[in-house]
């Protein structure tokens, strides 16, 4: 069974539309994120919530805007898609952000281009 | 503001071979983790080992096990007897309230 799934996996998009990501984790766990991975690899923490509670909400465009319906379920949602937003975008999720020991299981990332 | 540097972009070892990963980090914090993720070719990200910061005994994870300097701040990773399914990408990570990742170090395991 899938721990933490995406979808889509590939997401192919021109400049200017309105796309969403879903993940789901079938886990447990109190707390999801959402974490961009550019082209350098370099892996960037966007968005994390506790029981469908905002609780980190780093630098981010308005463009994105992140929803948990409930705790096994975050949803990015991207407007006016950019060029620049072409990246893997990973969900992942914790067993509880206080407890810094836990790992975060990562889902299986989305590739999302924008031409 | 807590950082993680990886100062080797990329790292060879002949399989069988020993091969040490370096990562340095910074925070003001006294109660953090630090983490090693595998990102194999697949993209899936994969928990190699974990060290909790107030725990002297370095950590081990069969071949995986990391040489923890708190007071130099340093957290690499060495692999034993390396397999050609250890290629990948690793990435360093601290914890403290949030996870921040290093650049990563790509890592070519050669038959």
């Known amino acids: 069974d899938t721990a933490v799934s995406q979808t889509p996996k590939y997401l192919v998009t021109q400049m200017g539309n309105d796309k969403s990501i879903k993940c789901e984790q079938n886990?447990?766990?109190?707390?999801m994120y959402w974490y961009k991975q550019d082209s350098k690899k370099f892996l960037k923490i966007m968005f994390s919530y506790n029981n469908k509670e905002l609780i980190i909400n780093e630098t981010v465009p308005n463009r994105f805007s992140p929803k948990s319906p409930d705790k096994a379920h975050l949803n990015l949602h991207i407007n006016s898609l950019e060029l620049g937003d072409s990246a893997v975008y990973f969900c992942?999720?914790?067993?509880?952000?206080?407890?810094?020991?836990?790992?975060?299981?990562f889902g299986p990332g989305t590739r999302l281009t924008v031409t | 503001a807590q950082t993680v540097t990886q100062s080797q972009p990329e790292m060879s070892v002949q399989e069988a071979e020993t091969v040490t990963l370096s990562c340095t980090y910074d925070t003001s914090e006294n109660n953090y983790y630090l983490f090693w993720y595998k990102q194999p070719p697949s993209r899936q990200m994969i928990l190699v080992i974990r060290?909790?910061?107030?725990?002297?005994q370095n950590a081990t994870e069969n071949r995986f096990s990391v040489n923890f300097q708190k007071a130099a701040k340093s957290f690499s990773l060495k692999i034993s007897d390396s397999q050609l399914g250890d290629t990948a990408m690793y990435f360093c990570?601290?914890?403290?309230?949030?996870?921040?990742f290093g650049t990563g170090t790509r890592l070519q395991v050669f038959p």
């Open positions: 992942a999720s914790s067993q509880d952000t206080s407890r810094k020991f836990y790992e975060q299981y």
């Open positions: 990570a601290l914890n403290t309230d949030k996870l921040i």
């Open positions: 886990l447990g766990h109190d707390t």
């Open positions: 060290q909790e910061a107030y725990k002297q």
